[in-house]
């Protein structure tokens, strides 16, 4: 039976062999592809070496023994464990490749992660589809180094490539306007790297809020059978009150974690991650989303994002104003937008507050805090601050271009230019500026194209054509700025 284990591993390991050599042959829009496959072989050759040396005495005993009854220690159990660890998670990784080479991903995708990234020399940035090829509408994010780090192996050379990927539903391929709602995956990226949530927990414990004594009464209610059944302290505290303590404190850093990613995601591309956000809520079950464990009710979220919304961009945009030529009319933006986020507010957490236990209503109490609040805002105003993450701001200067580009959109010109007529110069239009504009005109503008492409309004299958339309307008745009952007820097040295 041993020997027929250590058979089925050795195959397993060539099958995966065969597996790389197979997506090697694939071509990909980027060389961030060919360096992970080539990181994934390398840790694959380290972990079959591991595997022939720490399985070499166990292959000599069963050469000695004719019949099978050599018996293996813990030590052993614990290795083969890790094998089948890996197996998995080298089996996870081959298949987003596979997903990914059945689907095309516009290279306009990569541009704004890039961008957004701030081209840090020492990343590689990948996107593939969700690894559930079923209609599901998550987005993600991983951190393919630290999942290939088997066995908390120590990095070899801190000089190493990071392999950081970001994952968009099958069917958003090409859908750049939803997926804006990578800016709430940006916001992990960069919280993972800083370590924000951990260290606004750390504050939180030593300011006695995420205390033991602060969630014992919390037990009494939820549990009361608990204290009448055993009533001795040690009891209550060793067998019930430590695991209920360490699951609320994991609880309280994993809704911060989402609301900082939700804050930065705001930050880095602005309206457009809000817009996302309440779009793909819509497709879903907008009042709940998975497990409280892992993710904060949606309407804490929402409020959260409406909170800075209304503190940091609304004010700036109240008196922006597009023109409707077709129309002949002025449409106000920050006029049509407070009547939105009202709408938004109202419908989610003021009307549909579904029912919360006592840890999740302790939970929502902390996190909702003022002190959290202010620490979020401190944490990602320093991301900000040290250059770590670039703040999208609604300038003066940036809510001009937003104007000039929907302009373009609205006459089916690519917005990737800001024109200057009278100095007969352009200049590359800013890449968040562009998927703003094109959000803008997707929200007030859209029956105009309708108009221009759909003769019967009846005709879905057409409008669903047109929303495309803009999609491909958009996208294109941002691969223009950029070759843009690229042409004056050769041309300036």
């Known amino acids: 039976m041993l020997k027929k284990i250590l058979d089925s591993i050795e195959s397993y390991f060539v099958k995966i062999d065969d597996q790389i050599k197979e997506i090697k042959s694939y071509s990909f829009a980027s060389k961030s592809y060919e360096l992970l496959i080539r990181k994934i072989k390398k840790s694959i050759d380290k972990i079959y070496a591991h595997f022939t040396n720490s399985m070499s005495s166990i292959r000599e005993n069963l050469k000695q023994n004719e019949i099978d009854d050599f018996k293996y220690n813990i030590d052993d159990y614990n290795r083969m464990a890790f094998y089948f660890k890996s197996f998995i998670i080298i089996d996870f990784i081959i298949s987003l490749f596979k997903n990914f080479y059945s689907m095309n991903i516009h290279q306009g995708n990569f541009t704004l992660i890039e961008e957004i990234s701030l ?63 990578l800016g709430h995956e940006f916001g992990h990226f960069f919280e993972e790297k800083k370590e924000i949530a951990e260290r606004i927990k750390k504050e939180l414990i030593e300011r006695k809020i995420l205390v033991k004594e602060k969630i014992f009464d919390l037990l009494k209610k939820e549990k009361p059978h608990i204290i009448e059944e055993d009533w001795k302290q040690k009891i209550i505290y060793d067998k019930y009150m430590n695991p209920f303590f360490e699951k609320w404190r994991e609880q309280c850093k994993n809704w911060l974690t989402e609301l900082i990613s939700d804050r930065i995601g705001l930050k880095v591309i602005g309206l457009p991650s809000f817009f996302s956000f309440i779009e793909l809520l819509l497709l879903k079950n907008p009042y709940k989303y998975g497990s409280y464990d892992e993710y904060p009710p949606n309407w804490l979220r929402i409020k959260s994002m409406i909170g800075e919304i209304r503190t940091n961009i609304m004010d700036k ?177």
């Open 317 to 493: 945009i109240n008196d922006l104003i597009i023109i409707d030529k077709k129309k002949k009319g002025n449409i106000e933006i920050g006029k049509f937008l407070n009547k939105r986020i009202d709408f938004i507010e109202e419908e989610f957490f003021k009307k549909n507050i579904p029912t919360l236990n006592q840890f999740e209503n302790r939970t929502v109490t902390i996190i909702n805090s003022d002190l959290v609040k202010s620490l979020i805002e401190e944490e990602v105003d320093k991301l900000i601050n040290n250059g770590f993450i670039k703040d999208y701001l609604y300038s003066e200067q940036n809510l001009k271009d937003i104007v000039k580009l929907i302009e373009l959109i609205d006459n089916y010109i690519t917005p990737n230019e800001i024109i200057n007529s009278k100095k007969k110069v352009s200049t590359p239009a800013n890449l968040i500026s562009i998927i703003n504009a094109g959000w803008f005109y997707y929200l007030y503008l859209m029956k105009n194209h309708y108009e221009l492409f759909v003769r019967d309004e009846e005709d879905y299958k057409r409008k669903a054509e047109v929303i495309q339309k803009l999609n491909n307008l958009i996208l294109k745009a941002i691969e223009l700025s950029r070759i843009h952007k690229y042409a004056q820097k050769i041309l300036e040295n």
């Open 119 to 181: 081209n840090n020399d020492n990343l590689e940035l990948t996107i593939f589809p969700y690894p559930h090829r079923i209609i599901k509408f998550n987005y993600g994010y991983k951190n393919i180094s630290k999942i290939l780090e088997f066995n908390n192996e120590k990095k070899e050379n801190s000089k190493n490539k990071e392999f950081h990927s970001y994952f968009i539903p099958y069917f958003n391929q090409d859908d750049i306007l939803m997926n804006c709602a």
